[in-house]
């Protein structure tokens, strides 16, 4: 027994010591902590930027990774040099944003965000725009002196306000990590506005939202006036409260346009979008499938006036996860007497949507590709505009004028030699004068012979249109069903259309909409329209040839129009027709 013992006691010993040699790393030899390898950081403008981060280094290698929902990134840089410039591409309300930052080898397992703060700083250092250091590459003797007296000069400048929306003194703006939830240095972005005013140096204008208060990023001057911050950003929180709850009524079903709480979002008085009142836009949102889903984030103020409780909120809005481009981006918000803010819509009189547009034309001639901006004007408030004047870039200089087409529902561009409808093609030396993001048109609206517009409304195209040179019959939507044979022998016929229209998408491309139409030579009329989901493949339809007072008419044309998006929110659409 004696002896037994003996042994487990030296196998315990045997089995101790080699457990306590491995904890050791044998041999004497310390622990060892595995290096640092990735770069984490927030990206946002107020709010997150729903987009992508590229991280260069001082070689010139690049990666990119996708920006989280909250505005997170992290990028392994193992196989990276630094230093390295950081930037974030996306969307945060609808507006594109290109920000910048920087950050050093030291920085290797820590946080480098990317903000207009951050952009700023990198400017500063550089004299010229951060997109101009970023492209160079010359900023291998970037130094993390560099940067912390950057930070530290804007910190200065900024100090009264971070201070007053609860931000420490001791913030390092580059490298202190939080949180996009409207609440310290999220709060700060919010009321804090950056803009660039002059592209070679950098220089910038820097004001406070709430105040006003303006300062340039050249001058010692701070930003001292505080005034009604604190309230500001306790009311941005309600503003983003708000707006969950209206994406939180969506989020499984519709809910029913009478729901108390959906009607205590909106203040039924004064609400006004794209031409509606308060009681049409509810009818329509709780009614239609595609809304189910569909999430309000992203929110960012525009403009606020604390003291008489109005402000401009831009959102993003998301379908079944995706930035719709073109979705309402901006609404205005009234604050009550119960302190709650009430959204009001975007105070448009008529409906308004400018976009690029692409369309592939089968008919029984020569098949065609047409290029250029769809205007989408109606008056939907029913306030007997009668014509509209769009200018911007790539048009006429007069404009192009669209008149009132009762019986389509829809503005038509007055000469019909030049357009397609609401479509106005353009060739590539047009296209070549738009700029390739945020191009911007004004559009003015009339009623009668009145000559002085009864509205001007300015609208931006997210992305340019497509080049001519740029697509092919490959890159648009393709029907399958009917054929165009099939749409031929529909004319002639006044019986009832009972089908379906089946089609197949190109990769990148999601559904947006279907129309089909049938008339006479008369005028008159038949359609069906609708809105598509995103895995929609065919849809199902009924159209009977009646005339408003009853009576069937023969059939001399139709037309099929299926579209889809592009990821910049682009349509390219196929457009079938048949006539006798």
Same mark, same amino acid.
């Given at each position: 027994?004696?002896?037994?013992?003996?042994?487990?006691?030296?196998?315990?010993?045997?089995?101790?010591?080699?457990?306590?040699?491995?904890?050791?790393?044998?041999? $004497? $030899? $310390?622990?060892?902590?595995?290096?640092?390898?990735?770069?984490?950081?927030?990206?946002?403008?107020?709010?997150?930027?729903?987009?992508?981060?590229?991280?260069?280094?001082?070689?010139?290698?690049?990666?990119? =990774?996708?920006?989280?929902?909250?505005?997170?990134?992290? =990028?392994?840089?193992?196989?990276?040099?630094?230093?390295?410039?950081?930037?974030?591409?996306?969307?945060?309300?609808?507006?594109?944003?290109?920000?910048?930052?920087?950050?050093?080898?030291?920085?290797?397992?820590?946080?480098?965000?990317?903000?207009?703060?951050?952009?700023?700083?990198?400017?500063?250092?550089?004299?010229?725009?951060?997109?101009?250091?970023?492209?160079? @590459?010359?900023?291998?003797?970037?130094?993390?002196?560099?940067?912390?007296?950057?930070?530290?000069?804007?910190?200065?400048?900024?100090?009264?306000?971070?201070?007053?929306?609860?931000?420490?003194?001791?913030?390092?703006?580059?490298?202190?990590?939080?949180?996009?939830?409207?609440?310290?240095?999220?709060?700060?972005?919010? +009321?804090?506005?950056?803009?660039?005013?002059?592209?070679?140096?950098?220089?910038?204008?820097?004001?406070?939202?709430?105040?006003?208060?303006?300062?340039?990023?050249?001058?010692?001057?701070?930003?001292?006036?505080?005034?009604? =911050?604190?309230?500001?950003?306790?009311?941005?929180?309600?503003?983003?409260?708000?707006?969950?709850?209206?994406?939180?009524?969506?989020?499984?079903?519709?809910?029913?346009?009478?729901?108390?709480?959906?009607?205590?979002?909106?203040?039924?008085?004064?609400?006004?979008?794209?031409?509606?009142?308060?009681?049409?836009?509810?009818?329509?949102?709780?009614?239609?499938?595609?809304?189910?889903?569909?999430?309000?984030?992203?929110?960012?103020?525009?403009?606020?006036?604390?003291?008489?409780?109005?402000?401009?909120?831009?959102?993003?809005?998301?379908?079944? @996860?995706?930035?719709?481009?073109?979705?309402?981006?901006?609404?205005?918000? +009234?604050?009550?007497?119960?302190?709650?803010?009430?959204?009001?819509?975007?105070?448009?009189?008529?409906?308004?949507?400018?976009?690029?547009?692409?369309?592939?034309?089968?008919?029984?001639?020569?098949?065609?590709?047409?290029?250029?901006?769809?205007?989408?004007?109606?008056?939907?408030?029913?306030?007997?505009?009668?014509?509209?004047?769009?200018?911007?870039?790539?048009?006429? =200089?007069?404009?192009?004028?669209?008149?009132?087409?009762?019986?389509?529902?829809?503005?038509? +561009?007055?000469?019909?030699?030049?357009?397609?409808?609401?479509?106005?093609?353009?060739?590539?030396?047009?296209?070549?004068?738009?700029?390739?993001?945020?191009?911007?048109?004004?559009?003015?609206?009339?009623?009668?012979?009145?000559?002085?517009?009864?509205?001007?409304?300015?609208?931006?195209?997210?992305?340019?249109?497509?080049?001519?040179?740029?697509?092919?019959?490959?890159?648009?939507?393709?029907?399958?069903?009917?054929?165009?044979?099939?749409?031929?022998?529909?004319?002639?016929?006044?019986?009832?259309?009972?089908?379906?229209?089946?089609?197949?998408?190109?990769? @990148?491309?999601?559904?947006?909409?279907?129309?089909?139409?049938?008339?006479?030579?008369?005028?008159?009329?038949?359609?069906?329209?609708? $809105?598509?989901?995103?895995?929609?493949?065919?849809?199902?339809?009924?159209?009977?040839?009646?005339?408003?007072?009853?009576?069937?008419?023969?059939?001399?044309?139709?037309?099929?129009?299926?579209?889809?998006?592009?990821?910049?929110?682009?349509?390219?659409?196929?457009?079938?027709?048949?006539?006798?």
């Amino acid at each position: 027994m004696r002896k037994t013992w003996q042994i487990v006691k030296t196998l315990i010993l045997i089995g101790t010591s080699a457990l306590i040699l491995a904890a050791c790393g044998g041999g $004497g $030899g $310390g622990s060892t902590t595995p290096a640092a390898t990735t770069i984490s950081g927030t990206a946002a403008a107020g709010a997150p930027i729903i987009g992508s981060v590229t991280i260069k280094d001082s070689k010139g290698a690049t990666k990119t =990774v996708q920006i989280a929902a909250d505005g997170k990134y992290t =990028v392994d840089v193992s196989d990276m040099t630094g230093p390295f410039m950081v930037r974030a591409d996306g969307y945060v309300g609808g507006n594109e944003y290109h920000l910048y930052s920087a950050g050093t080898a030291a920085d290797v397992g820590g946080t480098i965000n990317v903000t207009p703060l951050t952009d700023l700083i990198v400017a500063n250092i550089a004299n010229t725009v951060a997109a101009n250091y970023f492209e160079s @590459g010359n900023f291998s003797n970037l130094t993390a002196t560099e940067l912390k007296t950057e930070s530290d000069a804007l910190k200065a400048k900024l100090l009264p306000v971070l201070q007053a929306v609860g931000v420490s003194d001791s913030i390092d703006l580059l490298r202190s990590s939080f949180s996009t939830d409207h609440s310290g240095l999220d709060a700060a972005l919010d +009321i804090i506005k950056v803009e660039t005013t002059d592209t070679t140096t950098g220089a910038a204008t820097i004001t406070n939202l709430i105040t006003k208060q303006a300062i340039s990023s050249t001058t010692t001057a701070v930003l001292t006036d505080t005034t009604n =911050v604190a309230t500001g950003m306790t009311d941005i929180q309600k503003i983003s409260a708000g707006f969950k709850q209206f994406s939180d009524l969506f989020a499984t079903s519709l809910p029913s346009e009478t729901n108390a709480t959906l009607l205590g979002l909106f203040d039924s008085a004064t609400f006004l979008d794209q031409g509606q009142n308060l009681a049409s836009f509810l009818s329509e949102i709780t009614t239609d499938k595609e809304m189910i889903g569909i999430s309000f984030t992203n929110i960012s103020i525009q403009s606020m006036d604390v003291a008489k409780g109005t402000a401009t909120v831009a959102f993003t809005v998301l379908e079944n @996860g995706k930035v719709s481009l073109d979705a309402p981006v901006a609404f205005h918000m +009234i604050k009550k007497a119960d302190g709650k803010w009430y959204m009001q819509g975007d105070q448009y009189i008529v409906g308004i949507d400018i976009e690029p547009v692409a369309e592939y034309h089968v008919t029984s001639t020569t098949p065609q590709i047409i290029t250029g901006i769809r205007f989408n004007i109606e008056d939907r408030g029913g306030l007997n505009i009668t014509s509209a004047v769009v200018k911007g870039a790539g048009l006429p =200089v007069d404009g192009v004028t669209l008149i009132n087409n009762v019986a389509y529902d829809q503005f038509q +561009i007055q000469n019909p030699t030049q357009s397609y409808g609401n479509l106005y093609p353009l060739t590539d030396a047009d296209i070549a004068k738009i700029a390739d993001t945020g191009e911007a048109y004004t559009v003015e609206l009339y009623i009668g012979t009145n000559t002085t517009p009864a509205a001007t409304y300015t609208e931006k195209l997210v992305k340019r249109p497509y080049l001519s040179t740029e697509l092919t019959v490959d890159n648009f939507p393709k029907v399958t069903s009917p054929t165009a044979t099939e749409l031929y022998a529909l004319l002639g016929s006044s019986a009832d259309i009972n089908d379906s229209v089946t089609w197949t998408l190109p990769s @990148g491309l999601t559904n947006d909409w279907l129309s089909v139409w049938v008339g006479d030579n008369a005028g008159n009329t038949a359609r069906f329209e609708a $809105g598509l989901l995103p895995a929609e493949t065919s849809r199902s339809l009924v159209l009977s040839p009646v005339t408003s007072t009853g009576q069937r008419f023969t059939i001399t044309w139709g037309n099929i129009w299926l579209g889809a998006y592009d990821s910049y929110g682009r349509q390219l659409g196929i457009s079938m027709n048949a006539w006798q």
